[in-house]
Nanobody, 121 residues
Framework: QVQLVESGGGLVQAGGSLRLSCVAS????????MGWYRQAPGKQREFVSS???????DYLDSVKGRFTISRDNAKNTVYLQMNSLKPEDTAVYSC???????????????WGQGTQVTVSS
């Protein structure tokens, strides 16, 4: 089994910053892409950011320039530095990992439980 655990969420004022972390553990042969989704109450889950094993990153347009994704491959950890936060960033943020349990196997998508981010105006 593979487990992802997020941390770093909380309540901040608009314009503030938070740093989210997600650690993957378990019987993982290789983790390729890692990233983040978010979901506000009553809304669809949306992609926020991702980063490949060679550190190629991608971002949702509305967070580009404010959020920065990074990873520590040795620790199987992905981070999301969130600056200049806005009330519309309020959501549950969940990390994911696309990984392989064995050499040559297909990637499987694993999800964390999520961490709440609340931005007040």
């Amino acid at each position: 089994q593979v487990q992802l655990v997020e941390s770093g969420g909380g309540l901040v004022q608009a314009g503030g910053s938070l740093r989210l972390s997600c650690v993957a553990s378990g019987n993982i042969f290789r983790i390729n892409t890692m990233g983040w989704y978010r979901q506000a109450p009553g809304k669809q889950r949306e992609f926020v950011s991702s980063i490949t094993s060679d550190r190629v990153s991608d971002y949702l347009d509305s967070v580009k320039g404010r959020f920065t994704i990074s990873r520590d491959n040795a620790k199987n950890t992905v981070y999301l530095q969130m600056n200049s936060l806005k009330p519309e960033d309020t959501a549950v943020y969940s990390c994911y990992a696309l990984g392989q349990l064995a050499s040559g196997s297909l990637n499987v998508r694993y999800w964390g439980q999520g961490t709440q981010v609340t931005v007040s105006s």
